[in-house]
Nanobody
Framework: QVQLVESGGGLVQAGGSLRLSCAAS????????VAWFRQAPGKEREFVAA????????YYTDSVKGRFTISRDNAKNTLYLQMNSLKREDTAMYYC????????????????????WGQGTQVTVSS
């Protein structure tokens, strides 16, 4: 079993930056595909960014390309999401997730493909 705990969310003005962290415990995630998702009130959970463990490919949803960067530190067993140039529409609960059964599919995963989830961290962007 893998436990994931997110941190780093908060309130930020539009144009600002935040870095989310996702600390994993229980097992190493170095051989897991990992991803960030987000869910705004009244909306479905959506894919944001992912990192495959085989080859290290990264994928982003179109709305965050060029602004968000996913990375991982295997020595710390931690996943990150650097978010720059934040917009009001980025406001959501952000979740990290890991996939043990297989790697990240080309283009990014769907929520149902992920095996482990964190509890989420709230990101609120004000104008």
């Amino acid at each position: 079993q893998v436990q994931l705990v997110e941190s780093g969310g908060g309130l930020v003005q539009a144009g600002g930056s935040l870095r989310l962290s996702c600390a994993a415990s229980g097992r190493t995630i170095s051989t897991y595909g990992v991803a960030w998702f987000r869910q705004a009130p009244g909306k479905e959970r959506e894919f944001v960014a992912a990192n495959a463990w085989i080859g290290g490919a990264t994928y982003y949803t179109d709305s965050v390309k060029g602004r968000f960067t996913i990375s991982r530190d295997n020595a710390k067993n931690t996943l990150y999401l650097q978010m720059n140039s934040l917009k009001r529409e980025d406001t959501a609960m952000y979740y990290c997730a890991a996939r043990a059964a297989g790697d990240i599919d080309y283009g990014g995963p769907t929520p149902s493909q992920m095996d482990y989830w964190g509890q989420g961290t709230q990101v609120t962007v004000s104008s």
